[in-house]
């Protein structure tokens, strides 16, 4: 008589009792392989994945895409200090009396399209957020 050591307890629900066997190419292997490889996932998790979640979700690398969007976050930085440096330039010819109109007015134009561009690049994100999670 043996006796039960523990152990992980048999799985009732959710089991994965079901098999599809799959050949593919070498060229497309490799489209596979490199896929698992940029999005840090198994093999059969990517094929699950895509066959049951096709357009309800995207497979990303979390690590990558958060180091592009840290990098976006940050140009947006800088993009944001440079306008303060130029609005207090400007505020300082102002006071001079030496800031024309037509400064004035290339400067409020840029700043618009820097604005508009923000709010596009903000709806971006969101729509990205909505696609990413399943």
Do not use: W
Request: proline share 4%; glycine share 6%.
């Amino acid at each position: 008589m043996t006796r039960n050591k523990g152990g992980r307890p048999p799985v009732v629900e959710g089991k994965r009792s079901f098999k599809i066997d799959v050949r593919f190419t070498e060229a497309e292997y490799r489209q596979v392989e490199q896929l698992e490889k940029q999005l840090g996932l198994k093999k059969t998790e990517l094929v699950r994945r895509k066959l049951l979640h096709e357009g309800k979700g995207l497979a990303v690398n979390a690590g990558e895409l958060m180091n592009l969007l840290d990098a976006i976050s940050l140009e947006l930085s800088r993009s944001g200090n440079n306008i303060n440096q130029l609005a207090r330039y400007a505020n300082r010819l102002q006071k001079r009396g030496l800031l024309s109109p037509p400064v004035i007015d290339e400067y409020t134009r840029l700043l618009r399209r820097h604005e508009n561009e923000q709010m596009e690049l903000a709806l971006l994100f969101r729509k990205m957020i909505r696609c990413l999670s399943p």
